[in-house]
């Protein structure tokens, strides 16, 4: 907590301006007690946010198990217990809010750590006097802290630096250095300091010796944290927060703690040498290398092996100029658990392995005989080193420039930690050689790896319920050191954790190391074999396209196989100049969501148990080929495997030279059946059993109240119960069929989009040896399987929402399961009753302007709900208003666009339903505000969308992601067989084309389309979710009223969502008719549907245009 950083970015004409106001605060801060105590609000709202994380949560248990008098001990967040700045409209609730946070251990008003030093004046205190110190303290605070010498200002932006620096350097340096003075300022924040007649002489002198107080103890806390440069942190002792005498004075020690999710975690941690002043050749840098290393002969590989991990990780805990608490952690299986013994075992034995290594190494190299490549293995702490730098300075260099909010935030912290000189560089090793390893220093780190220099902490169910046994509520003191070991309760949360000493059988066990057999399974990393042989950029480049050139517009990639098997889209990146690509490959087919209904008819049907096997395969597939890839990943390249409604989509992306390597040997895989084993299906089930069985009792209630509005609006499932009893239930056996099922599928393509470094020859020749692995694996399992052909054509029905009845406004109302949750949430969303805009050509001129309306109005509102609802009305510390685009795709398949404006609040401060009642007040009342509007402001707000819209994109990969989901969902609409001219119809340009129409809105246009989505409740379509928590718990649901709709319960909720019908176009596209000829021409199931419209007429083929009755229901 040694920064605190205030940011913003804007559009770079208006920089200068938005500069001079941000710049005032600093100059010229206000502090006023009413901003004093909204601000306090804002505080305890996010601490109330943070109540229900589990990082937080074992966050202050850590704090809790530090030295009381370190300043990493200190509550790091604050509440309105800590900060009491007298809220005059919570005065109801406050015995309440004592009485609670008395339950949770988490301190009162009655009991404030600051009445003593106030009372100690004159023996009295009051609510007025503690919050009038809290504002002292923070104007204290400001002058001890907020001096020129002690900020950083990082500006970014297109214009020179000549240019920025005037911009900068006269606003900045009116800054006074506050904290010169001897108290006798009386300008700026000392103006407030006035007080009024209502303040009596006797009150007013109290407080003048409250500010005596409070500069004494802001002064007194300044000097508990070291400093933050480089420079001075070398001079600073090392003053660990963590030691056993803490803990009854002897170590190991288990922390154990319960969490809200269903999670399994050990955390072994290991207080070291601070390392700060080193970021360069720190040890805590090779070290979270080897530890970490996911590759052969690593304690990952070996305890995925046996079936006990699902994932490790390490590295510093904590990095600071007096201290470092490096931890290893490591999410276990249910196996895990039970060995979980063993697992810290096997941690220790790597750490002595590494320290004979390390000893070898240090007697050679001081004797001159290391580094000699001799293939002893004696170098390979050098040849680790060597490439761990190899890979940082590759990283530093290939790499283009990224967004300009988080680079300023970045570079502000790296500078007033090393300077200017090295800001940008550090930690990529930029100046380090294979000689310059740390050796001493790791072979120090090393040595502290041993059980009598750490402690564990342990956080599941299992955990717990063996502590509970052992223990119960009570606590076991140790005769020695009077340490009580039981059941403990941290102050500010109110967490209840378990300190336990360990048997001594079990620490010598450790200590002893394993055998030499069992120590074959372990070794230090080998040579990285995905390490790129060449950077070298693609020679089909033109000279001009060898140096970025980010300014440029984006071109669509072209379109240069299209064969029943798949389609290649291919493009030479001209923009980023770097040795990097990026690869996409969707494997179309109806098989990863569906099955074939019992009729003829071809049709598929969505089924849970289908969908929950393809993201099982997909969980598996990833744990099998975690150990095979993980050199892959450090050496740049990416990938993933994810399930949608249109397939399977690999996605690979990093360095160019070995990237269709990378992709070639993951599609053979995947398709290949060896990687279902036993132990990879049971730490997909684990995972997905354990997340779905604490999904209500984990989640926040905004994440809940999103939840309940998708089941209803767009979730084809039953939702997570439904979804945890069908997963108990599956089987490898099911898993191995459904992978079978996939590869059977005849009409299974390939959609791959190829882009970046690679020429258009490498480009064809990757998707000529993916079609190659495909079409032979389905000649094997036609081979090895009958499989039943149910399934439909590759044509994936894709996603879905439904349409919310004009003129009915519906209120969901559930009671939050977390037990920990204080706040309550309510989502609103409007959705438009007319389609959204799909593309130039795809969508009519009203449907463009309508949608370009609803983009504008949520840009409009934004900060001025935001300031309403949270600034003012101090709501909640989370008020979010934003537009939504969202896709439904019906069998034919035409996918409508479906625009949505959503606004929702986090709140302790009131009640659900009140909270959207005052949603609804802003809104009312800022139709007005629109009314009123200056043109010239509405221009404005036009234009800054526009311009966000059209803003160059920076990254090869957002690009590519971009350009692939256009055409996932628009290909199998506008392309089809002889149609080559369709091709211009995948809308890549709609960023542009809803930019200039966005200049074409005027005032009467914006009020329309303002009036038919929000205001007019005779047509509105309205959703409406309250998810009540502990402070406001729900008590009954409203009474039935006209044109509204009631749901309290999973039935009412499933009961409504049968009623309703799936969002389809009520209006025709250009060249429709033309389109569907081509896709009936193809498609079995429209053959069907064209044979019926004979009879029945064209309404089959855009169901309930003329007649909702015969719309189908979802």
């Not at 809290?134 to 020179?160: C, E, K, S």
């Not at 091709?983 to 084309?993: G, K, M, Q, R, T």
């Not at 309250?1026 to 009954?1036: A, I, N, Q, S």
């Amino acid at each position: 907590m040694s920064h605190t950083t205030y940011q913003f970015d804007i559009l770079a004409e208006f920089g200068e301006h938005a500069l001079d106001i941000f710049s005032n605060f600093f100059v010229a801060p206000l502090f006023t007690r009413s901003g004093t105590a909204r601000e306090v609000q804002a505080v305890d709202s996010e601490n109330s946010k943070n109540l229900v994380s589990d990082g937080r949560r074992r966050l202050q248990v850590l704090k809790a198990l530090a030295d009381k008098d370190h300043h990493y001990s200190k509550f790091s967040t604050g509440n309105r217990i800590t900060l009491p700045a007298c809220a005059e409209d919570e005065g109801e609730k406050k015995d309440d809010d004592n009485d609670t946070k008395k339950e949770e251990g988490g301190g009162s008003d009655d009991d404030h750590p600051l009445k003593d030093l106030v009372c100690s004046i004159d023996g009295n205190c009051d609510d007025a006097d503690m919050a009038e110190f809290v504002r002292i303290a923070l104007l204290a605070f400001h002058r001890q802290h907020y001096r020129p010498d002690n900020m950083t200002v990082v500006v970014v932006g297109p214009q020179t630096l000549d240019e920025l620096e005037k911009w900068v350097v006269p606003r900045f340096g009116m800054i006074a250095d506050r904290s010169a003075n001897d108290g006798d300022n009386d300008e700026d924040d000392e103006k407030d300091d006035v007080y009024d007649d209502s303040i009596t002489p006797e009150k007013k002198e109290k407080w003048q010796k409250m500010e005596q107080l409070a500069a004494q103890m802001i002064a007194d806390a300044a000097t508990d944290a070291p400093p933050v440069p480089i420079e001075a942190a070398k001079n600073v002792v090392h003053h660990s927060a963590f030691r056993a005498e803490l803990q009854g004075g002897k170590w190991p020690v288990v922390v154990t703690t319960k969490p809200l999710q269903n999670v399994r975690k050990l955390v072994i941690l290991f207080p070291m040498p601070p390392s700060y002043a080193e970021p360069e050749r720190s040890p805590s840098h090779l070290m979270s290398h080897l530890f970490g290393h996911e590759g052969k002969g690593s304690p990952f590989a070996l305890y995925q092996n046996a079936g006990w991990i699902t994932s490790l990780s390490s590295g510093p805990r904590i990095s600071a100029p007096d201290q470092n608490l490096f931890q290893i952690t490591i999410s276990l299986t249910k196996e895990g658990e039970e060995h979980w013994k063993d697992v810290v075992k096997y941690i220790f034995a790597y750490a002595k392995m590494l320290c004979t290594s390390a000893e070898e190494t240090l007697k050679l190299s001081e004797g001159g005989a290391c580094q000699s490549g001799d293939g002893t293995g004696k170098d390979d702490l050098y040849r680790i080193w060597e490439e761990v730098g190899k890979l940082d300075r590759m990283q530093f260099h290939q790499t283009s420039p990224g967004h300009v909010y988080s680079f300023a935030q970045s570079a502000s912290q790296s500078i007033s930690k090393y300077g200017t000189t090295n800001c940008l560089s550090v930690g990529s090793l930029l100046n380090e050689t294979k000689d310059s390893l740390p050796l001493s220093g790791l072979l120090d780190f090393c040595q502290q790896i041993v059980p009598s220099n750490c402690f564990i902490e342990r956080c599941s169910e299992g955990a717990w319920e063996e502590m509970e046994a052992l223990y119960g509520d009570g606590t076991t003191s140790n005769s020695t050191s009077g340490f009580a070991f039981g059941k403990q309760v941290e102050k500010w949360y109110g967490v209840e954790y378990f300190v336990s000493p360990l048997d001594e059988s079990d620490v010598k066990l450790w200590g002893e190391g394993i055998g030499a057999k069992e120590m074959e399974s372990i070794h230090q990393p080998q040579p990285n074999r995905y390490i790129p042989r060449s950077l070298d950029l693609c020679e089909d480049l033109p000279e001009e396209a060898r140096v970025q050139r980010i300014e440029l517009p984006v071109s669509p990639p072209n379109l240069i196989v299209n064969e029943p098997s798949g389609r290649l889209w291919w493009k030479l990146d001209e923009r980023y100049a770097l040795p990097k690509a990026y690869l996409t490959v969707l494997i179309r087919t109806r098989a990863s969501e569906n099955i074939l209904q019992s009729d003829e008819s071809d049709q598929s049907q969505y089924n849970t148990k289908t969908s929950l096997q393809s993201e099982f395969l997909k969980s598996i597939f990833a744990d099998a080929l975690a150990i095979e890839t993980y050199d892959a990943y450090l050496a740049g390249l990416g990938w993933s495997l994810s399930k949608s409604s249109a397939g399977f989509t690999l996605t690979c992306h990093g360095y160019s030279d070995r990237l269709p390597d990378l992709a070639l040997k993951l599609l053979k895989e995947l398709t290949s059946p060896s990687f279902l084993e036993e132990r990879h299906f049971e730490t997909a089930k684990d995972k997905t059993i354990r997340g779905l069985s604490s999904f209500f009792e984990s989640r926040r209630a905004d994440s809940l109240a999103i939840y309940y509005r998708n089941l209803l609006l767009n979730y084809k499932g039953n939702g997570v119960e439904e979804n945890l009893e069908i997963a108990r239930a599956i089987t490898l056996r099911d898993i191995e069929k459904h992978h079978a099922m996939i590869w059977a599928d005849n009409d299974l393509s390939l959609e791959v989009l190829y882009t970046g470094n690679v020429s258009e020859k490498q480009a064809r020749s990757f998707f000529s040896d993916a079609t190659d692995v495909i079409d032979s694996t389905r000649a094997l399992v036609t081979q090895k399987e009958a499989v039943e052909d149910n399934i439909a054509d590759s044509w994936a029905s894709g996603p879905l929402e439904r349409r919310l009845p004009a003129g009915e406004d519906i209120e969901l109302h559930f009671e939050s399961k977390n037990p920990k949750e204080e706040n309550g949430a309510v989502v609103v969303t409007y959705q438009s009753q007319h389609e959204g805009f799909k593309g130039k050509s795809l969508s009519s001129k009203e449907t463009l302007e309508r949608s370009a309306c609803v983009r504008l109005i949520s840009k409009i509102i934004r900060e001025p709900c935001f300031n309403e609802l949270r600034t003012k009305q101090q709501l909640g510390y989370i008020v979010s208003s934003f537009y939504d685009m969202s896709y439904s795709t019906n069998e034919t398949p035409l996918t409508t666009s479906i625009d949505s404006l959503t606004v929702y609040v986090l709140s302790r401060k009131v009640e659900p339903k009140d909270v959207a009642a005052r949603i609804d007040d802003f809104l009312l009342n800022f139709r007005s505000k629109l009314e009123d509007m200056p043109s010239k402001e509405i221009q404005d707000y036009a234009e800054s969308l526009a311009k966000e819209l059209t803003k160059p994109i920076r990254k090869l990969g957002t690009e590519a992601s971009n350009q692939f989901g256009k055409i996932r969902r628009y290909a199998p609409e506008t392309l089809y067989a002889d149609n080559d001219s369709s091709l211009e119809d995948i809308p890549f340009d709609n960023a542009e084309v809803v930019a200039a129409a966005l200049h074409k809105l005027d005032r009467n246009m914006i009020l329309d389309v303002y009036d038919s989505l929000i205001m007019k409740k005779g047509s509105r379509s309205r959703i409406l979710t309250h998810v009540y928590g502990r402070t406001f718990p729900l008590k009954e649901v409203p009474p039935p009223a006209p044109s509204k709709v009631y749901v309290s319960s999973m039935n009412e909720l499933m009961t409504k969502r049968k009623s309703l019908i799936a969002y389809e176009p009520h209006s025709n596209y250009q060249r429709t008719g033309t389109r569907l000829l081509g896709l009936v021409g193809r498609h079995r199931s429209l053959q069907y549907a064209a044979a019926a419209a004979t009879v029945v007429g064209v309404v089959v083929l855009f169901k309930g245009r003329n007649d909702d009755k015969k719309q189908t229901k979802i």
